[in-house]
């Protein structure tokens, strides 16, 4: 097997991509990494110089993947560095560019050593390391960095091949064996599923009424709807939007049968809405955003609604990302993504190392106060 790296997604055949990536996470679908190119997310003028790594057997056939990204900044990673940038100026010299294998300016966990069902993929991730390390050494890259790794079995995969890993936590809904939402109210204490029924009957009160979208009934013009509430939620902190309204009319005209839309109505007027995308068994809540509306909306409409949804589809998981510590008081679970690092100087391996297990450890004692905060309870209480 040899790599070669791209300049652009357009040049890599999707059906080979995908191929790869498989039908699980949509937001590694060559489409969809491909809209963050054309929709101006993901370029040079934004930091995000594409090199997505492809390995190809003796016949030239793609086998495996990485979507790599030579990146001037850390914007939108959830604390992926770890502090190590000024220590690498000091030490070391500039720590950008990297060579960053991401989905650009959407940090959420999944595979990201994307390897072609029947392939050997302890061989392949081998050689997606060293092809990526190769990358790197051609384009003065200071680092590979593989962020937001689900599977830890990659994780270590890549540990094998000299990258030090590090954890840090999402938050998740899994499926166990509720068929209701009541069912899961059941296995909480009693403090917990009063107040979430408050919340809820607070909520009800308002006479909003719920409506959620896929596939057909999805078009690209509900992104000049969507957009304004998802901008405001950053409005309300301060910050500039990562994603353009462009980019949500793209996703929604080149792949709506991976979007699901929720929406609270008043009348008309959209009151909230929730996007995410579902793959084969597993899905994100990704982006939400609210007009006005009771400030319990925020929890029904993606928390209590969106595992609803979940097991009305048949989901196996929804990630609902690394931040917000309510989340955990409201039944989601604190679980472990993992970050692979290689940096090109070996001086700086130990500095690596040492950060890595602070980080570690950190995010293990973060993990045991949110379970041991978390309203979840045996069923026979």
Sequence with gaps: MRAASHATMATIPAADWDGCAGGEDPLLWHRHLLALETTGVATAATGFVPRPVVLQDDHGRIVAAAPAWLKSHSTAELGVDLGLAMAHERLCGAYYPKLQVEVPMIPFAGPRMLVAPGV?????????????????RATGAASVQVAQIADPA??????????????SNTYLWQAGTETRFADRL????????TEIRRERRRVAETGLRYLYL???????????????????????????????EAYFHEVLRVMPEAIDLGLALEGDRWAGAVFGMVGAGRGQVQYWGLQGASRFLHFELVIYRGIERGLITGLDQLDYAGTGPHKAERGLISSPVWTAFWFRDPAFAPVAAAAAARKTA????????????????????
């Design 120 to 136: 050997d993929r302890a061989a392949a991730i081998a050689g997606l390391a060293a092809g990526l390390i190769a990358e790197a």
């Design 154 to 167: 990659e994780a270590l995969a890549l540990q094998a091949q000299g990258f030090v890993i590090a954890e």
């Design 186 to 193: 059941a296995r909480m204490g009693s403090r917990a599923r």
């Design 214 to 244: 896929r596939d057909q009934a999805l078009s690209p013009e509900l992104a000049a709807r969507f957009y304004p509430l998802y901008k405001d939620n950053f409005d309300r902190h301060g910050h500039a939007p990562w994603l353009p």
């Design 362 to 381: 950190a995010a293990r004692a973060e993990r045991q106060a949110l379970r041991a905060r978390s309203p979840l309870r045996p069923l026979q209480e």
